[in-house]
């Protein structure tokens, strides 16, 4: 099994510019979610998706957009690029949003934005 | 809102030592409390978890504790070796249908 899939692992964009993290899942899960990571902020939820066409906001939405048209795929799309969304992303999923699951993540993209 | 305190932010034991990193949360009905480990490079792994009907759990050198009264949990890592070195994140998350919230994290450096 592959897992969580995330690509590319590394991005360097221009302020102002565009682009979609790709993320996919083989374990039939319900559950897809972004972080991003920062130092010293630990990880910070995005938005995510209980199952196909649903998504959420978590805590730090601004300047994110998903969708969720298949269960296995999960894109992260930044439309206008900030110096402020140079981070590591994260996404991850588990089966369920409902207590007690274990969340698998993938090995993250480095964002670099100038 | 929903928040945890994880310390200490950074760790420095000799190898056979044992490591201790606690973590106190807000939201008392919180009933899942997981903690994964980050390696460089690499996503966060889930080493251990807990739920709130249980106060112990053991994993070979690792070990987890929850109090529930003073609200806060700690992992105890026990002999450490190199290869425990990394970032640690505890985490919990409340019951029925909510996301999990994370601690900033703990860096943990095992000399040799």
């Known amino acids: 099994n592959a897992g969580v899939t995330q690509t590319p692992k590394f991005q360097v964009l221009k302020t102002g510019q565009s682009m979609t993290l790709q993320c996919a899942q083989d374990?039939?899960?319900?559950?897809m979610s972004w972080y991003r990571q920062d130092p010293g902020m630990g990880l910070r939820l995005i938005h995510y998706?209980?199952?196909?066409?649903?998504?959420d906001q978590g805590e730090v939405p601004n300047g994110y957009n998903v969708s969720r048209s298949t269960t296995e795929d999960f894109p992260l799309r930044l439309l206008s690029a900030a110096p402020s969304q140079t981070s590591v992303y994260f996404c991850?999923?588990?089966?369920?949003?409902?207590?007690?699951?274990?969340?698998?993540f993938g090995d993250g993209t480095r964002l670099s934005i100038l | 809102g929903e928040n945890v305190e994880q310390h200490p932010s950074t760790l420095s034991v000799q190898e056979g030592d044992s490591a201790v990193i606690k973590c106190t949360y807000s939201d008392s009905a919180s009933n899942y409390f997981p903690w994964y480990k980050q390696e460089l490079g690499k996503g966060p792994q889930l080493i251990i978890d807990i739920r709130s009907n249980v106060g112990e759990k053991k994993d070979q050198r690792i070990a987890v504790t929850l109090n529930k009264t003073a609200k806060h949990f700690s992992l105890h890592i026990t002999e450490t070796q190199p290869e425990d070195s990394a970032v640690y994140f505890c985490?919990?998350?409340?019951?029925?249908?909510?996301?999990?919230?994370f601690g900033k994290g703990t860096m943990l450096l095992v000399s040799p």
């Open positions: 991850a999923s588990s089966p369920g949003l409902w207590s007690n699951q274990p969340q698998h």
């Open positions: 998706s209980v199952g196909a066409g649903i998504t």
């Open positions: 374990m039939n899960h319900e559950y």
């Open positions: 985490a919990f998350q409340r019951g029925g249908y909510s996301t999990l919230t």
